[in-house]
């Protein structure tokens, strides 16, 4: 599956963007999908993910209650929604696809279940304060 990451860009902080993940192929509903930023200097984090058919999501604790992650399987496109961004939210923000249709994961193992899917370009988010 082939990715599209678009939606990032400058805000103050206490701002909002809203990302996008377009995805090709007829399977994407088979996937969970997940979102996943990286800072300068810093490894890459997992900052969300949803399940196939969206009824279940997983956050990461600093973004819970700011960020929603939403797909439309009709348009294959995952979605992250981001409010009251701070500075510390700036980073290049990544989609990915667990091609391995992982069942059942927590949040800590979110890095392992995505890392051999199949990932986006990246989209930089940068929050001024």
């Known amino acids: 599956v082939q990715l599209q990451a678009s939606g990032g860009g400058l805000v103050q902080a206490g701002g909002s963007l809203r990302l996008s993940c377009a995805a090709s192929?007829?399977?994407?509903?088979?996937?969970?999908m997940g979102w996943f930023r990286q800072a300068p200097g810093n490894e890459r984090e997992f900052v969300a993910a949803?399940?196939?058919?969206?009824?279940?999501?997983y956050y990461e604790d600093s973004v819970k209650g700011r960020f929603t992650i939403s797909r439309d399987n009709a348009k294959n496109t995952v979605y992250l929604q981001m409010n009251s961004l701070q500075p510390e939210d700036t980073a290049v923000y990544y989609c990915?696809?667990?091609?391995?249709?992982?069942?059942?994961?927590?949040?800590?193992?979110?890095?392992?279940?995505?890392?051999?899917?199949?990932w986006g370009q990246g989209t930089l988010v940068t929050v001024s304060s």
């Open positions: 949803i399940s196939g058919n969206g009824d279940m999501t």
């Open positions: 192929g007829r399977t994407f509903s088979s996937y969970n």
């Open positions: 990915a696809a667990d091609t391995h249709r992982t069942p059942v994961f927590t949040t800590a193992q979110a890095m392992g279940v995505f890392r051999d899917g199949s």
